[in-house]
């Protein structure tokens, strides 16, 4: 059966998703004071520079479940549209602060404005791949968190060096308002709504993710309170929590080990983008044996342990 969604969703996603990851990892370089005069320029010292890169994620949080209900119950395409123009709008807004407080609101904007589009493109993501291929499917667009560092930190390193950080994050601010059409005429809710695909594809779609839904859908409905408190879900609050700190830790402060190497900006973006290649790889191999052996548990316990070692 042809896979034409593979070429078509994933893509798109991909590169959607990667534009909201180069927020993170330009700012990350940008706040470096041996190869950008941000610190200086907005007089912060190193708790600014931690609350600078942490408000965003305060922001990120806010409209995190609301998301996800706005998109399952109407459209994650437009959803994710309306996002684009927003943190584009705001992620510019951050080379235009002139002072400490003015990119602290205008991250925390960005944050804010990026917080719906997670869960409205696991939707999607699971409009249309069935259970056999999501691992697979979410790590390929997944995939922007080590390709917007591997794509973007060298880009950015050299931006920094040729244009200031101002211009920097002006210049990669407006690639969400840039991917706008891309993402309006390439991206179907769902596999009904889309024309591109055969009759044989979208039946056997539909079919197959209507047969899951049924066969996941509880014997009695369950509040959001009591579905948030069950020990499973505050499990999986805690790692991800744990996770994502050490993760974005390492991005923000990563290239302070490298201030006394005398490297230029371009080879500070080289070098930071360098673990992400290996993240990738093993991304895509961890996906593709977790949904060949149908393991999901074991998969996650080695990678996590792998990462903390």
């Known amino acids: 059966m042809p896979q034409k969604r593979w070429i ?38 190193d708790r600014m520079k931690g609350a600078a890169a942490g408000i965003f994620f305060i922001g990120y949080v806010v409209l995190q479940l609301p998301g996800g209900y706005i998109g399952q119950r109407w459209s994650p395409k437009k959803l994710i549209s309306i996002c684009l123009v927003a943190w584009g ?11 400490f407080h003015q990119f602290e609101v205008a991250r925390f904007m960005l944050g804010f404005s990026e917080s719906s589009v997670f ?5 999607l993501v699971n409009n249309w791949f069935p259970q056999a291929e999501r691992v697979r499917a979410n790590a390929s667009w997944y995939l922007c968190q080590p390709l917007a560092v ?20 002006i210049m990669e601010g407006a690639l969400p308002i840039l991917w706008l059409p891309f993402w309006w005429f390439c991206i179907s ?7 591109w695909i055969s009759a044989e594809e979208r039946d056997f779609l ?14 009695k409905p369950t509040s959001l309170l009591r579905g948030l408190c069950r020990w499973q879900t505050l499990l999986m609050i805690v790692i991800c929590m744990l996770y994502s700190g050490a993760a974005y830790a390492c991005m923000t402060f990563f290239t302070t080990g490298l201030k006394e190497r005398n490297f230029s ?45």
């Open 89 to 99: 709008a705001c992620a510019m807004a951050c080379g235009l602060a002139r002072t």
């Open 206 to 219: 539909e079919t197959q993710l209507r047969r899951e839904a049924q066969a996941l859908e509880p014997a």
């Open 189 to 195: 809710d769902q596999p009904r709504d889309a024309k």
């Open 150 to 169: 591997i794509v973007s930190a060298p880009v950015t390193g050299w931006c920094l060096g040729a244009y200031g950080w101002r211009a920097m994050l």
């Open 8 to 45: 078509r969703i994933i893509p798109i996603a991909l590169i959607m998703y990667t534009i909201s990851y180069v927020d993170r990892t330009n700012v990350s370089l940008a706040l470096d004071p041996t190869i950008s005069h941000m610190m200086r320029d907005l007089l912060m010292d």
């Open 265 to 309: 900006p371009l080879q500070y973006g080289i070098l930071f983008a360098i673990p992400y290649v290996l993240s990738a790889v093993i991304m895509i191999l961890t996906a593709w044996h977790s949904d060949k052996q149908h393991e999901r548990r074991g998969h996650v316990a080695g990678i996590l342990a792998m990462s903390g070692a």
């Open 119 to 123: 869960p409205a493109a696991t939707i």
